[in-house]
């Protein structure tokens, strides 16, 4: 019996349904036919079991002789524009139209194109990848009977948030605008601050399922070609089904993917984009994503604020010097403690060394653990913080930082003094404007504890140095990360004018590393000035 059960399985033969509509790239292979029938069956097999496409299928003129087919995705237009811009003005359409359509001296098709409809932003495709590309975009399509070719018709209008205000990039002086999830706002919101012809918007799609609009932004003549052609290379050298933000764009092009270090700067403000593309970087803006990819990037650019150049040059650099000091401390400080505690107490001062010995006085725990337990509590705040929303958020981050850092002393399970070394950290890591740049800190940090707890102060210098030979040896692009403290010769020195300390505005002349050797000047001043007179 259970032999004559497996026969009968053995002859149950498993098919698979071959797709002739689509190539391996999932790009619609059939032609359009100048049969409306055929074109509509095809389009409709398409979108089978897609209710949320519009179709419509109806004559054009008031003699009815021609017959045109419309398509479009729900809420996804302007469903005023279709009905005043084109379906009126279609059905109502008797100028050059004859009662038989093969009697015209004018094809119809180019009479529609021509003066058929009240929108000027229409274009012909020949090709139904591109219909179906431009409905799942937001437009509209139009077929015509006995035409081979169609109409994709401009009518998004999609909902989206509008122009929202900075939410990870406060500042209080200067533009509170932000970018959304909408790529044409986006767009425009750069084209909005550099009013220039050279401001060029070079357009692709990117995912097999999801062709995602992506578009590289930079100025024609300040951009390095062989940096363009670089970006260009990396961003057509893969392909996937889908991009959905720009994270997954930013870490397919970047080559030292082992880094914890970003390699391109992610920003949500408009000025800081339209900046850096004066500088002579490329803005590499996703669809549905509210935020934008620079490159390349230097560990410089990662400590600069947009808020720098809109205060005196004193107070920027003032701020700069605390941020770098931040940096440090939100990276090196838990590691140096240890170190120092641990292998090396006679470096303390006498006073606080019996503070310290005092305060951790029953505690069971030694040093490292103690670090430890805090940092991961933290981290674990941190990241319960963000995932609430922003009202319980603030409370979680009182409630973990005081009640139970408040608790766990008096428990004696945490000393004080290791609370005020953790948090002290931690308000250095917010100090840090990208948070990107911070996330790498903050495993670096974990790296050097162990070092550290290992060696002593040995580890803690080992660490530092593996840390500053890595860095040394990331490049973005062809810029060596740590751009301009080395490689100085790319920019004669200028650079260093606007790293650490921040020179006033007249002193910044020149562009940058980024910008070709032709335009790398961008201000020019009056020597009278300049001397007082």
């Not at 408009?270 to 970087?281: M, T």
């Not at 549905?288 to 150049?309: K, R």
């Not at 958020?393 to 608790?407: E, F, K, P, Y």
């Not at 070092?451 to 990331?474: D, M, R």
Request: aromatic share 10%; with cysteine.
């Amino acid at each position: 019996m259970k032999k004559k059960k497996f026969e009968n399985r053995r002859k149950i033969k498993v098919t698979f349904k071959e797709d002739r509509t689509h190539n391996r790239d999932n790009k619609v292979i059939v032609p359009l036919m100048s049969s409306l029938d055929e074109n509509i069956k095809t389009f409709e097999s398409l979108f089978h079991n897609c209710d949320d496409v519009v179709k419509r299928k109806f004559p054009i003129g008031k003699d009815r002789k021609i017959w045109a087919y419309m398509a479009y995705i729900d809420v996804m237009v302007d469903r005023r524009v279709i009905e005043e811009s084109i379906l009126e003005p279609l059905i109502v359409y008797d100028r050059g139209i004859p009662p038989e359509p093969k009697d015209a001296k004018i094809p119809v098709f180019d009479l529609l194109r021509d003066g058929g409809m009240a929108t000027a932003d229409l274009k012909e495709v020949t090709k139904f990848d591109d219909l179906v590309v431009s409905v799942l975009a937001g437009d509209s399509i139009l077929l015509v009977d006995g035409f081979d070719k169609g109409f994709v018709i401009a009518t998004k209008g999609f909902p989206n948030r509008g122009v929202p205000k900075t939410e990870t990039e406060s500042v209080v002086r200067g533009s509170k605008e932000a970018f959304s999830e909408a790529f044409r706002f986006n767009t425009v919101l750069i084209r909005r601050r550099i009013r220039d012809t050279k401001l060029k918007v070079k357009q692709m799609q990117i995912g097999t399922r999801s062709r995602t609009d992506v578009a590289l932004m930079y100025m024609d003549d300040i951009v390095r070609k062989d940096l363009l052609e670089e970006v260009e290379r990396r961003i057509h050298s893969f392909k996937i089904d889908a991009i959905l933000e720009t994270g997954t764009v930013e870490q397919l092009i970047e080559h030292e993917w082992f880094s914890p270090f970003p390699q391109a700067q992610v920003t949500e403000r408009p000025d800081k984009v339209a900046a850096s593309i004066l500088e002579g970087r490329i803005a590499i803006v996703v669809d549905n994503t509210p935020l934008v990819l620079l490159v390349p990037s230097t560990i410089n650019s990662f400590f600069q604020a947009s808020e720098d150049y809109y205060n005196r040059w004193v107070i920027s650099s003032f701020v700069r010097i605390l941020r770098y000091i931040a940096a440090f401390f939100a990276t090196a400080l838990p590691g140096l403690f240890i170190a120092i505690t641990t292998y090396h107490p006679s470096m303390i001062p006498s006073q606080l060394a019996f503070s310290i010995a005092a305060s951790r006085e029953g505690v069971p725990f030694p040093v490292v653990i103690e670090i430890i337990i805090m940092e991961l509590a933290f981290e674990l705040l941190r990241e319960a913080g963000v995932r609430l929303p922003s009202a319980i958020g603030s409370t979680i981050g009182i409630v973990g930082g005081l009640i139970i850092g408040q608790a766990a002393v008096e428990a004696n399970i945490i000393s004080p003094i290791i609370v005020i070394v953790v948090a002290l950290t931690a308000i250095s890591s917010f100090a840090v404007p990208t948070q990107s740049l911070v996330a790498g800190m903050r495993i670096t940090k974990f790296l050097i504890i162990l070092f550290s707890a290992i060696l002593g102060l040995y580890g803690f210098i080992l660490a530092v140095l593996v840390l500053v030979i890595h860095l040394t040896s990331l490049k973005s692009f062809g810029i060596p990360y740590l751009t301009p403290y080395v490689a100085r010769e790319l920019n004669k020195e200028e650079a260093v004018k606007d790293s650490i300390l921040r020179f006033p505005i007249f002193a910044l002349k020149t562009r940058g590393y980024y910008a070709v050797p032709e335009e790398n000047i961008r201000l020019k001043t009056d020597k009278n000035n300049e001397q007082g007179d």
